[in-house]
């Protein structure tokens, strides 16, 4: 490989680092950095291999010197979040999130960041409105729509838990963890029949699993259903 070639020392540093040989690919890094100080790809490089050598002062580094340049460059806002994370600063995390998403609103993926960070940091509410912005029309909405869920159980609000499950059911039908949940809900509010309606739908989806079983057996004794009960 000719080392004057920017491109092809570049490649080389990327499949390095993905190959987990990082001391390799920092070192080639430095020598991108060294034949264009001021390249943001190659600082963004720098700062990736750094964090994935837990050097995050120096990652950290890199990043912030790409958006001094570019205040709203997505790859390195995205870096820096990720940098944050690793050193679990949620609240870093937040304000670089709330900060890209600025710049750049359809990111699914710092709107799902914000919302983890802002629930490590112990705000529900923060987390469930970050959730919702993905929990339609997106690929994510399947999980939002559970962590939403959860998060309303934690917070002792069951009905809005049991709503958010119901809006799961309508993107996917046969999702165990709404229909297992809403059974639960039923049968807490004593709605046995509707109980066994959404237990039933659970089954479908994991015939062998044994809580949904035992659930069954249960509700449908109590309903009179004797064979179903013992089969």
């Known amino acids: 490989m000719d080392p004057k070639n920017e491109m092809a020392t570049a490649q080389l540093a990327q499949i390095l680092m993905f190959e987990n040989k990082n001391a390799e690919a920092l070192g080639l890094a ?4 060294g034949m264009k100080p001021k390249e943001p790809r190659y600082k963004l490089l720098f ?9 995050f002062d120096a990652a950290e580094d890199a990043f912030k ?7 709203g460059d997505e790859a390195a806002l995205m870096n820096l979040c990720g940098c944050y994370g690793a050193q679990k600063k949620y609240g870093d995390v937040l304000a670089i ?8 609103p359809d990111n699914l993926r710092a709107r799902m960041m914000a919302a983890m960070a802002a629930e490590q940091i112990g705000d529900r509410t923060g987390a469930i ?14 999980q939002a729509l559970m962590n939403i869920s959860r998060l309303y159980r934690a917070m002792a609000k069951p009905e809005k838990s049991a709503e958010t499950m119901k809006r799961l ?3 996917d039908k046969n999702n165990f963890d709404a229909n297992f949940n809403l059974g639960a809900y039923e049968y807490s509010k004593k709605n046995i029949k509707a109980a066994e309606t959404y237990w039933l739908a659970a089954r479908r989806a994991q015939p062998a699993n044994p809580a949904v079983n035992v659930n069954l057996a249960m509700v449908q004794g109590r309903l009179g259903k004797v064979k179903e009960a013992s089969a």
């Open 97 to 104: 999130c709330e900060k890209l998403l600025k710049a750049h």
């Open 47 to 55: 700062g990736m291999v750094n964090m994935r050598m837990k050097k």
């Open 30 to 33: 430095r020598k991108l950095m």
């Open 169 to 171: 059911l309508k993107i």
């Open 65 to 71: 010197s790409v958006l001094h340049a570019a205040p």
């Open 129 to 142: 409105r970050y959730y919702e912005t993905t929990a339609k029309d997106t690929p994510a909405a399947p």
